[in-house]
């Protein structure tokens, strides 16, 4: 394990592969940081996982929060919506009843391409109460163009994924057998 900024340990998958769970990537426990000049607690990731940053609208919280990316969804959270580009699990002991105000998640344009996906087309999603939500979706490119920021409010703690998902096109054919001339 790695010392992070915030003071506690990072483990990617190259450090410690025998640790990780099979399908987990990466952990990144944090500490929690208070800002009372700007009246938030927020919580910094490493790059061990694509979770960059967590918000919460209050500077009274105390803990830590752990991010685990995964290669595949876990059985019990099922497929995600559209070319999952990442899925992490947030998680806290301390803090799960507060309501995050903000997530953050920094994507190479590298990741966008392996899945053929452009930034407009990217959605977080959160699994609450069985199934995928999908969230609204704020996203930045980095004016190098090189990484992309996808954020969102969401209600709870749980697992995210950013997937890419287009705009449905309908599709059909007529023949001339299929049209009614009567």
Sequence with gaps: AQPSPGGATSESDTDN???LPDGVTGVDEQDIQND???G???VRFTDVTDVESITWSTAELNGTVTATAYA???A???AVPGAMISLSEISS???NDTDPSRIQFTLSTGQLNEVNASADELRIYHFVDGEWTPLETDITE???GNEVLVQADPGSLSYFAVSAVSEPTAEF???PSDLDTE
């Design 17 to 19: 592969e025998t640790d």
């Design 36 to 38: 009372e000049g700007f």
């Design 40 to 42: 938030i607690s927020q």
């Design 72 to 74: 595949e969804p876990p």
């Design 76 to 78: 019990d959270v099922g």
């Design 93 to 95: 002991p301390t803090i």
């Design 142 to 144: 980095s004016d190098d």
């Design 173 to 175: 054919t007529v023949t």
